[in-house]
T-cell receptor, first 117, second 113 residues
Framework: AQSVAQPEDQVNVAEGNPLTVKCTYS??????LFWYVQYPNRGLQFLLK??????LVKGSYGFEAEFNKSQTSFHLKKPSALVSDSALYFC???????????????FGKGTKLSVKP | AAGVIQSPRHLIKEKRETATLKCYPI?????VYWYQQGPGQDPQFLIS???????DKGSIPDRFSAQQFSDYHSELNMSSLELGDSALYFC????????????FGPGTRLTVT
């Protein structure tokens, strides 16, 4: 079965410092990986994805993620955190077990990012 | 840019009642997904439609059903509501040939009392 794991329930960072939110995956075959952010009482916003190609993926709001096949990781990073980045971050993998091209997303448990001034 | 629209945004129902949630995907998107997010939980996949045909089912209770209409909007019908159905229900849409990312609506918060 395909899955993603986010080992940290919460990450605390000071504003201006770099941030990393960790994600590891377990899939059969090539992974399709995504990061989403959720603000309180809001929907999930797409940040970035890895399908194929360069291991360093750049996304919205200055976020990037590095795909590491040997470590089966897809960590989310940002060089300089903002207070407004404080939110819940979900890593997700596309479920390809369906066998077709319309795979739903399987989410990690989420990591709460808190950026303090 | 147009986003996914969901209605209503909030819904309060009593146990054993029925509820209907609506979703209007981004124009020209060909796939719609429904997810349920319980308090403090990650979103769980319920059901999806591709070009108006049901394409996959996840952990959707038999009390729930869904369909996608000719104008591509989708409805999630929930009957015999239980307290445990209280959750955020998200609809997402995607255009498969452009990269698989799903765009989520703001969600419907269902409270069952």
């Amino acid at each position: 079965a395909q899955s993603v794991a986010q080992p940290e329930d919460q990450v605390n960072v000071a504003e201006g410092n770099p941030l990393t939110v960790k994600c590891t995956y377990s899939v059969s075959g090539n992974p399709y990986l995504f990061w989403y952010v959720q603000y309180p009482n809001r929907g999930l916003q797409f940040l970035l994805k890895y399908i194929t190609g360069d291991n360093l993926v750049k996304g919205s709001y200055g976020f990037e993620a590095e795909f590491n096949k040997s470590q089966t990781s897809f960590h989310l990073k940002k060089p300089s955190a903002l207070v407004s980045d404080s939110a819940l971050y979900f890593c997700a993998v596309r479920d390809m077990n369906y066998g077709g091209s319309q795979g739903n997303l399987i989410f990690g448990k989420g990591t709460k990012l808190s950026v303090k001034p | 840019a147009a986003g996914v629209i969901q209605s209503p945004r909030h819904l309060i129902k009593e146990k054993r009642e029925t509820a209907t949630l609506k979703c209007y995907p981004i124009p020209r998107h060909d796939t719609v997904y429904w997810y349920q997010q319980g308090p403090g939980q990650d979103p769980q996949f319920l059901i999806s439609f591709y070009e108006k045909m049901q394409s996959d089912k996840g952990s959707i209770p038999d009390r729930f059903s869904a369909q996608q209409f000719s104008d591509y909007h989708s409805e999630l019908n929930m009957s015999s509501l239980e307290l445990g159905d209280s959750a955020l229900y998200f609809c997402a849409s995607s255009l498969e040939r452009t990269g698989y990312e799903q765009y989520f609506g703001p969600g419907t918060r269902l409270t069952v009392t």
